[in-house]
């Protein structure tokens, strides 16, 4: 059905795209003459690679040199060179576990904030994620409509999914609404720091959970049904079936979701950024958003200290990447 | 009266619900209210009166207070529901207030002014869905030049991604040549770098090319993706090489054999690639945040957020710009769900 309702919009974009491309003709026949067929493959390449070399690998090879540069110009010419002075003010610590005895405490702030922030996001994601899975995986009815429920929030957009529950935690909100009905006392959740913290989690949460959903879903039905009779003919019990099949089967899938929701949450920014502006006070200053205030948003901008910070944060995410490749591939093996 | 819900219980293999499968229904349906609750309440509250919206305990539909026009009145006048000294209840036009004393008239006797005490009355409500959020809104919010400015990125954007991506995936799954598998490796590698850490040489970079405020600054750049050209190349890798050597044989230019035999066959993981970019575009915050700082040039993620930040305005008219946001993407998906969901479980990226 939907892929006859989807038929149209791909003929024609499909014919769109080629009419356009034909005219391309004039220019890659000549340039087939000269470079020959196998040339023709730097020919394809070239207009991704160029972008993708101007955005992305330059910049970050440019990143490098801003850690080690110091003053408020943006252009490189009008840095000075200043070696590890950026790194060693953000790690001037009397007491690392005290952001309050660091030279840059918002720093070690958003570090902390980071490190809570993504052992409850992934763990409350993972299992959300699994059971809702497990449910979706059963022999139900309107299993599509369920499935595309549990998706719709992970289509919209920071902004939108901010201003959506800052309007149900304010004050005067539907939540306080509800806890004032049943008998309650209203909650500040805006305002105070734990809560802020804590809403922040949850939605994220919500707002992820049904794409980590699917792929979990479509591992699940990866696993082959005989597994699952042939423990039933064994009178496994469900409990025993779930520890002794799906789980171990399921590693695999469970492995990608991890890694993936591991370095989203360590780059978590937007939403935040968009639902409490990193406060109350500097609850949800995450790492991201320690890089933009200081590179972008403060007064004097201070692009040293921003790139040495990012250049902490891909480190830590390159060793955590690799850790995870590791114990990934260890489990592979066993 | 077991019978019946016995009947109405069966599943399609003919057995009755057990415990897991009430429990697995209990639990679907209240994460159907948790994922859908937020929204719905979002679109309800878009369509109340600003004193509706600080009403504390919230109601659930937008009401508003009924009025009634009487000859001699310029304004029309609102009715509240008044107990009288005799028990009976009237409905009484309420012309001013003084103080804690509210002056009403019956409308049918406009002559006549009747003093009542204002915590005696209750306004007489009815459901309304007040639409001047929404026009106000518009008008105040730039609304139309937020839309195109996203369109014209959302659209063009696509386009760049789907003929670049698809051109750079053929050549990775179908020639073999020198420093192939580098750039295969350098394009998943940067995967795990998030934008967000190189955010400000992309700044310099865009700037030294003179596209800030430019909306080519944030079209072009995010055109290479690293997610397409993978899912692409991934898709391109099934397609028999046979195909392409009898082209050759044919005389097929390399050119030709691309757009006529590859992007065909891939039409598949090309509109897996359309949904994903779509969605990319259309929400993506801190890019455009970043190259575009004059506010005609806004998308209409970063113009809502400014449109947040700014002090002067009101709620109703916030909430409803955040449903005209959401409704473009919400109707895609309501169209095309099944083919997004099952094209995202079987790709398994974003």
Known sequence: MVKTLLFPVTSVMGWLFRLIISAFDLIMQPLQNRLGVKGMAYVFIMPNLVIFGIFIILPMLLNFYYAFTGGTQLFLENRPFVGLDNLTTLFTCGNFLDPNSCREDLFWRAVMNTGGYVLAQVTLLVLFSLVTALALNRNIRGRGFFRSVFFYPVLLSPVVVALIWRWILQQDGLLNGIIVALGGERVPFLLSAGWGQAWVVIISVWAQMGFFTLILLAGLQAIPSEFYEAANIDGASAWQSFWGITLPLLMPTMFVVLVLSLIRAVQVFDQVFSFTGGGPGTATVYMVQYVYTTGFANQTKEYGLAAAASLVMALFLLVLTAIQLRLGRRSEIT | ?350
Do not use: H
């Open chain 2, 1 to 350: 009266m077991a019978t019946v819900l016995r009947f109405l219980t069966l599943t399609r293999g003919k057995r009755a619900l057990n415990t897991s499968d009430w429990l697995t229904y209990a639990y679907l349906l209240l994460g159907t209210c948790l994922m859908f609750g937020p929204v719905i309440w979002l679109i309800l509250s878009s369509f109340k009166t600003p004193a509706e919206l600080v009403r504390f305990p919230p109601r659930l539909l937008p009401y508003q207070q009924e009025t009634i026009v009487v000859p001699g009145f310029d304004d029309p006048l609102a009715l509240y529901d008044v107990p009288m000294p005799d028990g009976s209840t009237r409905r009484l036009a309420q012309v001013r207030r003084i103080g804690i004393e509210a002056q009403m008239i019956d409308p049918a006797d406009p002559e006549t002014i009747i003093p009542v005490n204002i915590n005696a009355r209750s306004p007489v409500e009815m459901i309304y869905f007040d639409f001047s959020n929404y026009t106000d809104g518009v008008q105040r919010f730039n609304f139309w030049t937020y839309l195109g400015n996203s369109l014209i990125v959302t659209i063009a954007a696509t386009f760049l991604t789907l003929f670049f991506n698809s051109m750079a995936a053929f050549a990775l799954s179908k020639y073999q040549f020198r420093g192939r598998d580098t750039v295969l490796f350098v394009t998943i590698g940067t995967l795990l770098v998030p934008l967000s850490v190189i955010l400000i040489p992309i700044f310099l970079v865009i700037t030294e090319i003179g596209w800030n405020n430019n909306l080519l600054g944030v079209i072009v750049p995010g055109a290479a993706t690293p997610t397409g050209v993978f899912l692409l190349r991934q898709y391109m890798l099934t397609i028999p090489d046979e195909l392409i050597e009898s082209a050759r044989i044919d005389g097929a230019s390399e050119w030709r054999i691309y757009l006529q035999i590859i992007l065909p066959l891939s039409l598949p993981a090309l509109a897996v690639l359309t949904i994903f970019s779509v969605m990319w575009r259309w929400n993506d915050f801190l890019w455009p945040l970043v190259v575009l700082s004059r506010s005609e040039l806004f998308t209409l993620q970063v113009g809502l957020n400014s449109f947040k930040g700014d002090l002067q305005v009101q709620w109703n008219l916030i909430l409803a710009m955040t449903v005209l946001t959401l409704l473009p993407i919400t109707l895609v998906f309501a169209v095309l769900q099944r083919y997004i969901t099952t094209g995202i479980a079987t790709t398994g990226m974003k």
